[in-house]
């Protein structure tokens, strides 16, 4: 964990009093001489359409959500005795956060009236009015901030980007950085505000935040460390601003065929699309992320308008590699033709590493993207093979549309990409051993949804890319070839296809006879404090089946129990012997299989045992220490795992019921009514991004994940875009 920096040390106080600075009129200052900037007179409404106004509690963290034509922001309070604010903008995927220091005593934070976080806590869409000719559109938010602590000091502040936010959570010590921290600090004398401000990096770009004293609530600088205090408990005004360039919001009665009933979903989904992408998820992915947009325009694209549809679709194929020899800045590996971009880097954040290049852009601006990830490589063709199986009339014109970036037509990006496909699974062609599927990339730690260090167990073979995704995008490219009248390449992939078969046989663990699994699980529920008697749902007589979540460089199967089944029910049919199996590991109960009163778990590592694996500089670990309740891809819940494995079992049910033995038809309908029964416990907050659990009374218990505990190794986003499928994939009327 980084120690907290002071605020004077990360910032440049260029001034105590506004009054005693000279010319306040610069470009970030807070306004005239001696005037109130957050006087109400400076500011005009927001032009838009429609209003989104809506939040949820987490934990100790209140999420307010605002958005209406140009200006959308999202505000985090979080209570208790680390108080802290975020401001997170999908314009840029810009942000601001003020930690506080740590109070001896809890105390709640919150916006607005207290009560009306449901209700988006009184937030303001604002734009201020330009002071001169020359200066941009500052577009913001405003609400009141209200805390029953009577006295806070700021530990560290720091407006920029999302992704510094983000690095700031996970330990990179800024003071290595002080381009990224410049702010500014003026105390405007007579009107108790506090002016923070910053230009950006590589740019005509500001950011400002505003804070006013309300109500006897005082704002000092004390030496560079901002104090706001009240004996009746400090209130304060709070307005955020930026001139990053807005995204065009595809407004909430435009995403759907039939608008659904106003929910905090649909609310969710609307904030985080636009023309320009579909955004991952608010706060710590307001941003394009290749794999997040196509899973959720697989099972969204039902009911989807055509501009949504499109709008990801096309996010993701502008951002395809095209370009040789162009070399990854972080692991050194060559970038592939045809290669999906995973995330991308914007505005500040890609301004100051392109500032760190040997030969930097031009413009630093220029944004970056990472192309680190493999499963995303695999999920367009089926993703768009679906699309256009509904909708043949879009395909002419579809792949006839011209690429932004380089004037190449969406066919040739889309081929390049199924060339790609067709060039990683071929090895597996030629000898169907575990050493030619398709692996992590050399020297990646990462490849796939389970994107944490410890996500696959340290494993480099991942189930999910190889069992699912690799079968699924080459018969998508059978199909992709042929639209394009491709006859050999079609033929080359239907080769493929035949090869690629009984992949789930390199992955099936099936050597633990019941009596050493009841002993494992009996063992393992103690050391989590859970009740051991769900032993008794595994058979005695007979060795206990699952699939390993992966293996490693030399073929040795990772033996965590995990969720990732619904990327083979919803893109393969695969065999009865396997639909089986994993019925009866949905629904039996954690530990003994995933199921709990929570949710599913992603992962189960109560067969592991004493198993451990090697991390990278030669050391061991146990596989039951990496996941764990408090692991981001441990035994934790994913809202949208549940709603894929959901959505793969009623395909399954509605393609192959006719196909598929009585016997087998009955355990899938029995899990998906099971699976829909824990998913709805969980309905207030299942748009957001994961939940955890306690032990009480050997019971899990419902705990939020990353706001209550330090231990918790990420935060969980209030909206995640892959969360909010729910408003397509339901629970069918049988259950």
């Known amino acids: 964990m980084l120690e907290k920096i002071p605020l004077l040390a990360v910032v440049m106080v260029t001034c105590s009093v506004i009054a005693s600075c000279g010319d306040a009129d610069d470009d970030n200052g807070p306004g005239p001489l001696g005037a109130d900037p957050t006087d109400r007179s400076n500011f005009e409404e927001p032009a838009g359409q429609q209003q989104l106004a809506f939040g949820v509690q987490e934990g100790n963290i209140r999420n307010y959500f605002y958005r209406r034509g140009p200006v959308a922001a999202h505000l985090l309070t979080r209570s208790g005795n680390q108080p ?21 005593r809890e105390a709640e934070f919150w916006a607005g009236d207290w009560g009306t976080v449901g209700s988006g806590g009184g937030v303001e869409g604002v734009v201020r009015k330009a002071r001169d000719a020359a200066e941009k559109p500052m577009r913001g938010i405003r609400t009141t901030v209200q805390s029953e602590a009577t006295s806070v000091r700021v530990e560290f502040a720091m407006m920029g980007n999302v992704r510094s936010l983000r690095d700031y959570l996970y330990g990179f010590d800024f003071s290595t950085a002080p381009e990224l921290t410049n702010n500014k600090i003026d ?13 950006q990096i590589g740019g005509d770009y500001h950011m400002e935040l505003l804070l006013k004293g309300l109500d006897g609530t005082e704002l000092v600088d004390n030496n560079g460390t901002i104090v706001i205090f009240n004996k009746a408990g400090i209130k304060f005004d709070l307005i955020a601003l930026t001139d990053d360039d807005p995204l065009t919001p595809i407004e909430k009665t435009d ?25 991952a998820g608010s706060w710590r992915f307001l941003s394009y992320f290749g794999r997040d947009t196509l899973l959720s325009l697989r099972m969204l694209m039902a009911e989807l308008t055509f501009p949504v549809i499109e709008a990801g679709l096309s996010s993701v194929i502008e951002r395809i590699n095209l370009t040789e020899d162009i070399e990854d800045p972080t692991f050194g590996f060559a970038i592939d033709i045809g290669d999906i971009a995973h995330e991308e880097e914007l505005a500040d954040f890609a301004a100051y590493r392109n500032s760190k290049e040997a030969s930097p852009p031009a413009d630093l601006r220029t944004p970056r993207y990472d192309y680190k990830m493999i499963d995303d490589d695999f999920i367009l063709a089926p993703v768009l093979a679906e699309y256009f199986a509904d909708y043949p009339a879009s395909f002419d014109g579809f792949m006839a549309r011209m690429r932004t970036s380089d004037n190449k037509t969406y066919q040739e990006a889309i081929e390049a990409n199924l060339q790609l496909v067709l060039d990683r699974a071929t090895p597996y062609m030629s000898g169907a051993s575990p050493d030619n599927l ?15 260090t410890e996500g696959l167990g340290y494993g480099r073979v991942a189930f999910n890319v190889n069992v699912a995704l690799v079968p699924a995008a080459l018969k998508a490219a059978v199909d992709l070839y042929t639209r394009f009248q491709n006859s050999a390449k079609a033929a080359e992939a239907e080769a493929l296809v035949a090869a690629w078969v009984d992949i789930d046989q390199h992955f099936l663990i099936d050597t633990v006879t019941g009596a050493q699994a009841r002993e494992l699980v009996t ?9 051991n008697s769900v032993v008794s ?18 073929g040795n199967k990772i033996p965590i129990m995990h969720s990732d089944h619904g990327f083979v029910m919803l893109f393969t049919d695969p065999d009865e012997a396997y639909l089986k199996r994993i019925a009866r590991s949905i629904t039996r109960t954690f530990p003994a299989g995933l199921f709990s009163d929570v949710g599913v778990m992603v992962a189960n590592p109560a067969l592991a045992g004493d198993a451990t694996v090697t991390v990278p500089g030669g050391s061991t670990v146990k596989l039951t220490s990496i996941f764990t309740n408090s692991h981001y891809h441990g035994t934790v819940v994913w809202s949208w795992q549940q709603a894929m494995l959901a959505a793969g079992i009623r395909r399954q049910l509605d ?10 038809v009955a355990a899938l309908a029995k899990a998906e009514c099971d699976l829909w029964a824990t998913i709805d416990k969980a309905n207030q907050v299942r748009a957001g991004e994961l939940w955890t659990w306690d032990a009480v009374g050997g019971k899990p218990q419902y705990r939020f994940f990353g706001y209550n505990r330090s231990n918790d190794t990420e935060e969980s986003n209030a909206a995640q875009l892959w969360s909010t499928v729910y408003l397509v994939v339901k629970p069918p009327a049988q259950c």
């Open 523 to 531: 063992s393992y529920a103690g050391e989590i404090a859970l009740d």
């Open 438 to 452: 398709v692996a992590l990339k050399s020297g990646v730690p990462v490849g796939e949804w389970r994107d944490s």
């Open 537 to 554: 749902q595994i058979p005695n007589d007979e060795n206990l089946e699952y699939y390993a979540i992966a293996l490693d460089d030399d």
């Open 84 to 104: 802290r604010i975020i401001v997170a903008f999908p314009a840029g995927n810009q942000g601001m956060g003020v930690w506080f220091r740590e109070l001896d």
């Open 255 to 279: 995403l759907f065929n039939q608008t659904p009933a106003d929910s905090f979903e649909l609310d969710a989904l609307a904030f985080l699309s636009y023309a320009e992408k579909l955004q």
């Open 655 to 664: 393609e192959r019921s006719d196909d598929l033995q009585i016997g087998t």
């Open 187 to 199: 105390v405007v004398a007579g009107h108790d505000v506090v002016a923070v401000s910053r230009t």
